[in-house]
């Protein structure tokens, strides 16, 4: 377990790396992605950085998978039934695979569960979920993975697919045991926020957007641990 959370440990220094490379040369008007594959190359990850950098920059990924299991680019914009939670499993097969593979709509009855187990407080309001702090598409348990998506993802295929890829980096986290690394290391709050600035940054990236805007920059940026990695000899 020892080697195993010291490789993932690696691994997410490398990746927080082409992050932060990314946002610093965007904080000082250059281009994201350049930062953020120069991030990767001082990594040591030289040939991860170029394979990475031309994934992302395919044109919203998630509309790609969508538009090519269904060959109809009308699809991602459409709503979607509950079923659809299985067509996502199908296209993400990789992080599926990582995940505690506990996937739901929210309703009454699991919300009620998920909040005794973690001690949170969350509530559908109308098809949104939501909890003191505001309205959220998706909440994922760090206490066994299990991931619940709000019925208002249910609009589009595109948002749900989205929402789901989201939680799915956070479930991943707990089944690999990464986030106790970070828990460990940091404290609760800051695990919190790792996990929210991979979860957002990967996913808001993979989608094409203005990374300037991406609340994994605007929200959750993690000082502490992004600094201890920065400046780790």
Same mark, same amino acid.
């Given at each position: ?11 997410? !220094? ?28 001082? =990594?040591?990850?030289? %040939? ?14 998630? +509309?790609?998978?969508? $538009? ?6 009308? #699809? ?36 009620? /569960?998920? $909040? ?6 969350? +509530?559908?309001?109308?098809? /949104?979920? &939501? ?10 348990? !760090? ?8 019925? =208002? +993802? ?21 089944? /690999?045991?990464?986030? $106790? #690394?970070?828990?460990? !290391? ?6 919190? +926020?790792? =996990?929210?600035?991979? &979860? %957002? ?9 203005? !990374? ?14 992004? $600094? ?6």
């Amino acid at each position: 377990m020892a080697d195993t959370n010291q490789s993932l440990l690696k691994a997410t !220094m490398v990746v927080a790396g082409g992050l932060s490379g990314g946002i610093s040369v965007t904080i000082a008007g250059g281009n994201f992605w350049q930062g953020f594959k120069q991030g990767l190359i001082t =990594s040591g990850l030289n %040939h991860v950085a170029h394979m990475a950098v031309e994934a992302i920059e395919e044109n919203n990924f998630f +509309r790609k998978r969508l $538009n090519e299991h269904y060959n109809d680019k009308t #699809v991602a914009d459409k709503p979607v039934t509950e079923d659809f939670l299985t067509v996502l499993e199908e296209l993400f097969p990789d992080i599926y695979a990582t995940t505690a593979q506990n996937f739901a709509i929210a309703n009454e009855d699991n919300l009620k /569960s998920f $909040n005794e187990q973690t001690g949170d407080n969350y +509530r559908l309001d109308g098809k /949104s979920l &939501a909890n003191e702090d505001g309205k959220v598409g998706g909440i994922t348990s !760090m206490s066994d993975g299990r991931v619940l998506i709000a019925p =208002s +993802r249910m609009r589009t295929a595109l948002g749900f697919a989205k929402t789901w890829y989201h939680e799915a980096i956070h479930s991943s986290h707990f089944v /690999s045991g990464i986030f $106790n #690394v970070w828990d460990n !290391m940091y404290g609760r709050t800051e695990a919190l +926020r790792i =996990s929210e600035f991979f &979860a %957002h940054g990967i996913t808001d990236s993979l989608s094409g957007a203005n !990374m300037k805007l991406s609340d994994a920059f605007t929200t959750y940026y993690p000082n502490a641990f992004t $600094n201890s990695i920065l400046f780790m000899k």
